[in-house]
C-alpha cells in the first residue's frame, strides 16, 4: 500500500494564517510603522491586541496563557506577520523570546509568576546568553559568574544584544557556575534574574540598521543577588537546557527569514505587473521573470524546510541537523530575494516611499542572531558526521 504523503495545512491553520493576515493589515498601517521606526519605540499597544488575540505563544499552554497548538502554529504566526512587515513582524514574534526555557525546564512556581504575565500582554521576555567577547559561542568559558552565596547567588558580569531586557520584568542569564570543569559548558547554570535587581543595569542600544522598534540592550551584573529558588532547570547544566531552547527557537528565526522573503517577493512581483519598460511590464522580460521564478522557487524550499523542522518538534522528535539547516537556508534565502527584489524595484527600492526598503534593511540580521551561518553549518556538518 502507498501510503500517501500530504503537503497541505489544516483547516485549522489555514484559518490561523488568515486571522494574522487580517490582524497585521488593520495594525501595521504605514504610519505606525513609520511612528515606531523612528522612534525606536516598541509598540505594546499592537502587542497587547496581539497577546488578547492568542498570536503571542500560540504554542504555548493554556494554562499558562497560550493557546495550546504546536510550532508550526507559532512558524505560521511568524511567517504572516514578517511578511506583512519585517520590523513590526519581527518585533512582534521576538516578544516571548526565552519563555520556552521557563516552560521546558521552570518549576510550576516559575512559570505562575513569570510566564502568565507574558501571554497576557503585561510584559515581555528576556534571555541572555550573548557575552561581548563571546558572540554565538557559548561553550567556551563565559564571562558572566554567578557564585554561592548562604542559599542564595551573587552575579557578575556584562551581557550584549539582549532582545527586550528594558521592558521585561525579568532576564533569564545564562552564567558560568564551576569555574573549574573542562570542557567548562559543563559548568554553566541558568537563572531567573528579576530586572529590578539592585546591581543589575539594562541599556538600550540604539541606532540599529533594521528592526528597529524592536529593543536591544546590553545587561551588566553588579553583584546582583537572586535566591536559591532563582535557578532555572538543574545545575550545570544550563549548556544543554539552552541548545534545546535555541534548537526550537531557531525554527522561528526561520520563519521569520520565509515571511521577510515571501513579503519582499509579494511587492516585487506587483511592481514587475504594473511597471512598464520598453512599452512592456517588466514581468514580460525575460530577465526579470527569470528573477521572479527564482525567487519563487528559493522562497518554496525555504518554507518546506522550516514546516518540516516545526513538524518534527511537534511529533516529539526535534532535530537540531534539520533546524539548523532551515534557519540559516531561510535566512540566506530572505537575503537573496530581497536584494533582487531591490533590483526589480531599480532606483525606487532606494527611496523610503517604497517599502521594499525595510525588508532590505531587516533580512541580514536573520542570518546573524541567535546562531549565525557559519554556526548553523558547524551543527549541520556534526550531525553529518555523526550520522554516517
Not at 185 to 192: A, C, H, V
Request: hydrophobic content about 40%.
Amino acid at each position: 500500500m502507498v501510503r500517501a504523503l500530504e503537503f497541505k495545512l489544516t483547516e485549522e491553520q489555514e484559518d490561523i494564517k488568515a486571522a494574522v493576515r487580517e490582524f497585521c493589515e488593520k495594525e501595521f498601517t504605514e504610519d505606525v510603522i513609520r511612528r515606531y521606526c523612528e522612534r525606536e519605540e516598541f509598540p505594546m499597544d499592537i502587542y497587547r491586541k496581539a497577546c488578547q488575540l492568542g498570536f503571542i505563544g500560540i504554542h504555548i499552554p493554556e494554562e499558562y496563557g497560550g493557546q495550546g497548538l504546536g510550532v508550526l502554529e507559532n512558524v505560521l504566526v511568524a511567517e504572516e506577520m514578517c511578511r506583512a512587515d519585517p520590523e513590526l513582524g519581527i518585533t512582534l514574534v521576538l516578544a516571548d523570546f526565552g519563555a520556552e526555557l521557563i516552560l521546558k525546564f521552570g518549576t510550576e512556581e516559575q512559570k505562575e509568576e513569570w510566564l502568565v504575565p507574558v501571554f497576557k500582554g503585561e510584559s515581555l521576555s528576556a534571555a541572555a546568553f550573548t557575552e561581548p567577547s563571546g558572540g554565538s559561542d557559548i561553550s567556551k568559558r563565559l564571562g558572566t559568574v554567578a557564585r554561592r552565596e548562604g542559599s542564595g547567588w551573587v552575579i557578575n558580569g556584562t551581557k550584549t544584544f539582549i532582545t527586550n531586557a528594558n521592558l521585561s520584568r525579568y532576564v533569564i542569564t545564562l552564567c558560568q557556575t564551576d569555574l573549574e570543569v573542562e570542557p567548562p559548558y559543563r559548568g554553566q547554570s541558568l537563572f531567573i534574574v528579576p530586572t529590578s535587581s539592585e546591581g543589575l543595569d539594562v541599556v538600550k542600544m540604539p541606532g540599529k540598521l533594521g528592526i528597529r522598534p524592536s529593543q536591544t540592550c546590553e545587561v551588566s551584573y553588579s553583584d546582583v543577588r537572586v535566591s536559591g529558588e532563582a535557578l532555572l532547570g538543574e545545575l550545570n547544566r544550563g549548556f544543554y537546557h539552552t541548545l534545546a531552547f535555541l534548537n526550537e527557537s531557531r525554527i522561528e528565526i526561520a520563519a521569520q527569514g520565509v515571511g521577510v522573503a515571501q513579503g519582499a517577493f509579494d511587492r516585487a512581483l506587483e511592481y514587475a505587473k504594473e511597471r512598464t519598460l520598453f512599452g512592456k511590464p517588466l514581468i514580460e522580460l525575460q530577465a526579470v521573470s527569470h528573477k521572479i521564478a527564482w525567487m519563487a522557487t528559493k522562497i518554496e524550499a525555504a518554507r518546506l524546510l522550516t514546516y518540516k523542522a516545526a513538524w518534527l518538534t511537534d511529533q516529539g522528535k526535534p532535530d537540531p541537523m534539520i533546524s539548523s539547516m532551515a534557519k540559516w537556508y531561510a535566512a540566506r534565502v530572505a537575503v537573496e530575494v530581497v536584494d533582487e527584489a531591490a533590483q526589480i524595484f531599480g532606483g525606487y527600492f532606494y527611496f523610503e516611499d517604497y517599502d521594499i526598503q525595510r525588508f532590505y534593511r531587516v533580512a541580514k540580521i536573520i542570518e546573524i542572531y541567535e546562531g549565525t551561518k557559519e554556526v548553523q553549518k558547524d551543527t549541520v556538518a556534526r550531525f553529518l558526521a555523526k550520522r554516517a
